[in-house]
């Protein structure tokens, strides 16, 4: 059965997630929730979701660059990143800059680079790249540009959805789903 959902993005959307080589993601208001919370010794805690990680750990399956892109300067959005093994760029001044240099090394044009983010830092990138995406929470200034919303809001899925899309527009999404699936039963 194919890929059901695929039909549920605007044309457009799609054939812009299907060029997509490079995601990159911002880290707090994406693949968190937003809230900076700290410990009674000042050490930053941070809460992802399990779903967001596994949809990043599948683009790379698939060969798509991944990278965390954040202006703030977060051991937690290091190890998380470490641990899903993909990069992460913490302490981001200029992050169209860090887009730019990533997609150079990944000899990536910038219509192949998808961009998540929710709030002003993320809207030097949008306008640059192929796919912006924003959580269904992101501040208003950023979600009224960019070329997609997820309807969960960051920390809560919303990267999955971004990834779902991204894999089922290049046609990965039954695949995965099938290899995720006991022997003997059908996507």
Known sequence: ??????????????????????ACF????????????FDSEGR???????????????????GITVALVTARASAVAER???ELGIQ???AVSDKLACVRSLAETHAVSLDEVAFMGDDLPDLKVMPHVGLS????????WVSERVHWRS????????VREACDLLLAAQG????????????????
Do not use: C, W
Not at 10 to 15: G, L, N
Not at 26 to 37: A, E, S
Not at 44 to 62: I, Q
């Open 26 to 37: 911002d880290v707090d208001g994406t693949l968190t929730d937003g809230r900076l919370t």
């Open 151 to 158: 309807a969960r809001a960051g920390g809560d899925g919303a």
């Open 80 to 82: 998380r990143a470490a």
């Open 88 to 90: 992460a760029f913490t």
């Open 133 to 140: 995406i924003a959580p269904a929470n992101a501040h208003r």
């Open 44 to 62: 930053e805690l941070k809460s992802f979701h399990v779903h967001d990680g596994l949809g990043l750990v599948m683009l790379r399956k698939v």
């Open 172 to 187: 990965h999404a039954e695949r995965l789903l099938a290899e995720a699936l006991p022997t003997g039963v059908q996507a």
């Open 1 to 22: 059965m194919p890929y059901s959902h695929l039909n549920d993005y605007p044309a457009d959307i799609r054939e812009r997630a299907s060029r997509v080589r490079l």
